[in-house]
């Protein structure tokens, strides 16, 4: 009787534990970005007439996993837009959808020479919302500069 009690309490606190899935959650790899190991690129969240897609940072890796430009700042911030445009588009939406970047630099002080390159991916005239945080580094000696961003893509 008692092992039946045990195994009455076990099977409905598991039962209440249990995770579910969550239908309104998508978890987004493209392949024109690189595979990304342990992580996903982005989650989009559907949030009833539009999609927020937020993406894991994005560092200056292309589709095959190699770094574009070392110890070049001015390759890698482009392979990050690349990127960050290419998970957008794979989303359904176009850099315009972009809401917010938070930026994680080496050299803070190379701030204009990413927003020059940030100017060719992002509507200007009316920029996401940003941060900008200088960090004595990053994961890899040779990433200089890591991007995350969200995107609020309408639904058609």
Do not use: W
Not at 28 to 34: E, I, K, S, W
């Amino acid at each position: 009787m008692k092992k039946l009690l045990y195994l009455i309490l076990f099977s409905a606190s598991s039962a209440c534990f249990a995770q579910k899935a969550n239908k309104d959650v998508t978890f987004l790899n493209p392949a024109t970005v690189g595979k990304p190991f342990g992580y996903s690129h982005a989650v989009i969240v559907d949030l009833g007439k539009n999609n927020m897609v937020i993406m894991s940072g994005q560092v200056g890796l292309d589709k095959d996993g190699k770094l574009a430009g070392n110890g070049d700042l001015t390759s890698q911030t482009e392979q990050i837009f690349t990127n960050i445009k290419n998970i957008i588009e794979a989303a359904g939406g176009t850099m315009n959808d972009l809401v917010e970047l938070n930026y994680y630099l080496i050299d803070a002080s190379q701030v204009q020479l990413v927003r020059g390159i940030r100017d060719k991916f992002v509507n200007t005239k009316q920029p996401p919302a940003s941060t900008l945080v200088q960090v004595s580094k990053l994961f890899r000696d040779d990433i200089l500069i890591e991007i995350k961003a969200t995107a609020i893509i309408k639904k058609k």
